[in-house]
């Protein structure tokens, strides 16, 4: 008996939105995409002819483009109702006819659509190399002075502020980590470690700067000063731990990162338009550390 052939139309893709979204929210689209594919047996793709995409310019994604415009074929719509939730009815796609494709369209911001296929995502989201090349070289002139040979655990912390400070984004909900949370997290890490360098990336470095200082002779903080997202992504991607403050970017830094991982509990905001459109269970990954800024929780 011949083998079984894969219907031509059978592919399951996102449109990169035109609303500007950054990276950590094409990384969502990208792990949605690879989940239902790996749910319902697809293709997955971009639907765009282009390999210029936010994507490529950061990691050597492998993932077919097909232009939409062009697909002769049936194509069933998808759109996820909330943001950061894991939205149940995508598990039906898998009785849709093989004989159409399916385009996804939402934010797919949930742990759980990406710990099914977690070890196969790891695989694909490979840095470029010349970020790679980049990483070795920061590493390798930001050893502390007087740590050289000694052991010692890298944390990174991802100070997200910028747009979120803006009237639109705290009338959404949207939130920025304070000094305290920030004392709170790198304490965390400073009490469970012998010592520790913390590298701190943010649109807002000089805010950073003068408020996380630290004078100890087991702690250094060193700044990640003048670099673009992909080289800040891939210098979190390689530390120990993370420290999380708000936005899909702080979260990829996380799980790209995939050890100890502290995450600030005040976002959103509390009867807020974004706060509905989540599920705390579903955005954190049940492994994560939620921590406010104020003596609520204790670690």
Avoid at 146 to 159: I, M
Avoid at 161 to 183: H, K, M, P
Avoid at 203 to 229: A, L, P, Y
Wanted: aromatic share 14%; charged share 20%.
């Amino acid at each position: 008996m011949a083998p079984l052939r894969r219907s031509r139309c059978s592919y399951v893709g996102f449109e990169i939105p035109k609303t500007g979204n950054r990276l950590g929210n094409h990384l969502f689209y990208y792990s949605g995409v690879m989940y239902v594919a790996s749910l319902t047996g697809r293709r997955p793709c971009i639907w765009t002819k282009s390999t210029n995409t936010l994507l490529n310019s950061v990691f050597d994604v492998d993932i077919e483009r097909v232009d939409i415009k062009t697909l002769a074929c049936p194509l069933y719509k998808f759109t996820q109702r909330k943001v950061g939730v894991y939205d149940r009815r995508v598990e039906a796609l898998v009785n849709r006819s093989h004989n159409e494709s399916l385009s996804l369209k939402g934010a797919f911001q949930s742990w759980k659509y990406i710990e099914p296929i977690a070890e196969r995502l790891r695989q694909q989201l490979t840095f470029r190399r010349k970020l790679m090349e980049f990483v070795a070289k920061f590493w390798n002139n930001s050893v502390p002075p007087g740590w050289n040979g000694l052991q010692f655990v890298r944390v990174g912390v991802h100070v997200r502020r910028g747009d979120f400070l803006g009237g639109w984004a705290r009338s959404r909900g949207f939130t920025v980590a304070n000094e305290r949370y920030l004392q709170r997290a790198i304490g965390y890490f400073v009490r469970r470690f012998r010592r520790v360098q913390f590298v701190v990336t943010s649109d807002d470095i000089r805010w950073c700067q003068k408020h996380m200082e630290f004078n100890s002779s087991s702690v250094n903080v060193t700044f990640s000063v003048g670099h673009n997202t992909g080289q800040d992504l891939a210098l979190l991607a390689s530390c120990d731990h993370i420290v999380m403050t708000t936005g899909t970017y702080s979260w990829w830094a996380a799980w790209l990162a995939n050890g100890i991982t502290v995450y600030y509990a005040n976002y959103p905001k509390r009867g807020s338009w974004l706060r509905i459109q989540m599920d705390d269970d579903d955005y954190y990954h049940p492994n994560w550390i939620g921590l406010d800024d104020n003596d609520s929780r204790h670690l």
